[in-house]
């Protein structure tokens, strides 16, 4: 019995330097950031710019004023995001909890429901409505 109670007297000084040289490493926190472009020079110009990195995704929107979104994701912290935050970009892990977002989304705010390359569920819709009336589909 003497024996194992100065094993166990000793055990923690003897894994103590092992417990000590570990590291904690933060995994880094990412955040999609939605920059608006008038027109598809804007947007390939972004997509060239990107040069082939799968986190840069150009999408359509139904906004007239603005019908193409280039879609990055990025270091939360690092970068200096755009003045123009016309779009709101919200991250989802699950699917159920997009959908239900992108329905509760008023279509005046033209929603996009995206998933990502990283596994992860985007909603992108415009920060405010568009003021411009709506066009007629048929002319009277």
């Given at each position: 019995?003497?024996?194992?109670s100065?094993?166990?007297?000793?055990?923690p000084f003897?894994?103590a330097?092992?417990?000590l040289a570990?590291t904690?490493?933060?995994?880094p926190?990412y955040?999609?950031?939605a920059?608006?472009c008038?027109n598809w020079?804007?947007?390939?110009?972004?997509?060239a710019?990107?040069?082939?990195d799968p986190?840069v995704?150009?999408?359509?929107?139904?906004?007239?004023?603005?019908?193409?979104?280039?879609?990055?994701r990025?270091?939360?912290g690092?970068?200096?995001?755009?003045?123009d935050?016309?779009?709101?970009?919200e991250?989802?892990s699950?699917?159920?909890e997009?959908s239900a977002?992108?329905?509760s989304v008023d279509?005046?705010?033209?929603?996009?429901?995206v998933?990502?390359v990283?596994?992860?569920?985007i909603?992108i819709?415009?920060?405010n409505?568009?003021?411009?009336?709506?066009?007629?589909?048929v002319?009277?």
């Amino acid at each position: 019995m003497p024996r194992l109670s100065r094993f166990l007297l000793a055990a923690p000084f003897l894994f103590a330097p092992a417990l000590l040289a570990q590291t904690a490493e933060s995994v880094p926190i990412y955040r999609w950031v939605a920059t608006p472009c008038e027109n598809w020079g804007c947007a390939i110009a972004a997509l060239a710019a990107a040069n082939g990195d799968p986190y840069v995704i150009v999408l359509p929107s139904k906004s007239t004023e603005r019908p193409w979104v280039v879609l990055r994701r990025v270091l939360a912290g690092v970068m200096v995001y755009p003045q123009d935050d016309t779009y709101v970009v919200e991250y989802f892990s699950a699917i159920g909890e997009a959908s239900a977002r992108f329905a509760s989304v008023d279509s005046a705010r033209y929603p996009i429901l995206v998933t990502t390359v990283d596994g992860g569920m985007i909603v992108i819709c415009l920060r405010n409505p568009q003021q411009s009336p709506r066009r007629r589909a048929v002319a009277h």
